[in-house]
């Protein structure tokens, strides 16, 4: 591309494909079609001919926000539970659908994250334990809606087979998300972090927190209360379940 000489402007096109053929690492572990794939996949892409991907993103970073609720604040970062606090209505949200509209590519070092991947294999399974402990309903109505890095005009026959993968994966996974556990499950599944049961429990905790925050940052009485005497139960056990997860990623790093 330097060889189109000086005062040479790129094409939103030409610059979704520079994106999609030069992937950070970090962008890699979550292809879908690798066989195996990131445990925190917040994101995934299926490719789309050589120059295109077509992604489905839990986690979106906002651009811009006209907070409805201000002064709420976020109890993790501006993509997890800020943007759905400030902006409680969907209908008032615009989400870029292709890179035409909008595009933010990873350009931080390529050993960043490097040898922290916790690979799993790439099934249903897999992006439902991630929704279950780093997703809430605002994460999962980003989910539903599709994006594509446009670096040329996708072949629709390509782009309709990758959109019945990538949501028969979506669907099952949310299917597989909202299954009810049982105590007696929970312990009968031992202390296997990545088990959806201990997933659903962690998310229970995480979303009961997130819950009571909300309540906390309106002012409201019983809810700042209930969030402060919750706290210290909530982080023993995400404690618990920190440990067991890390020590399982040690013991499994050699997996792949």
Same mark, same amino acid.
């Given at each position: %591309? ?5 005062? +040479? ?22 292809? +879908?079609?690798?066989?195996? @794939?990131?445990? %925190?996949?917040?994101?995934? %892409? ?10 489905? !993103? ?23 539970? %800020? ?11 615009? @989400? ?6 909008? !595009? ?6 390529? $050993? ?5 991947? *916790? +690979? ?8 439902? *334990? ?19 890095? !446009? ?33 007696? $499950? ?5 202390? *296997? ?8 429990? $962690? ?25 402060? @005497? ?27």
């Amino acid at each position: %591309y330097r060889a189109r000489g000086e005062g +040479w402007v790129p094409s939103t096109r030409e610059l979704g494909a520079l994106g999609v053929k030069n992937m950070h690492a970090i962008s890699a572990s979550l292809l +879908w079609e690798a066989g195996r @794939v990131n445990s %925190y996949c917040s994101h995934l %892409y299926w490719r789309v001919g050589e120059r295109s991907l077509y992604a489905r !993103c839990a986690h979106m970073h906002p651009l811009m926000v006209y907070p409805r609720v201000k002064g709420c604040g976020f109890e993790h970062t501006i993509d997890w539970d %800020y943007f759905n606090r400030a902006c409680p209505e969907v209908e008032e949200w615009f @989400v870029a659908e292709t890179s035409d509209d909008a !595009c933010l590519l990873e350009l931080s070092g390529r $050993t960043k994250f490097e040898g922290t991947e *916790n +690979w799993r294999q790439a099934t249903p399974e897999t992006l439902a *334990n991630f929704l279950a402990v780093a997703a809430h309903e605002g994460h999962l109505e980003l989910l539903s809606t599709a994006f594509v890095f !446009c670096g040329d005009k996708a072949d629709e026959a390509s782009l309709l087979a990758v959109r019945e993968e990538a949501e028969r994966v979506v669907s099952s996974a949310l299917s597989t998300r909202a299954s009810p556990l049982s105590a007696a $499950t929970v312990l009968a599944m031992g202390p *296997n972090p990545g088990s959806p049961a201990i997933q659903g429990v $962690t998310a229970f905790l995480v979303h009961t927190r997130l819950k009571l925050s909300h309540a906390r940052s309106r002012g409201a009485l019983l809810g700042t209360l209930a969030y402060f @005497v919750y706290s210290p139960l909530y982080v023993t056990l995400r404690f618990v379940w920190r440990t067991n997860k890390n020590w399982s990623m040690f013991r499994n790093r050699k997996e792949f």
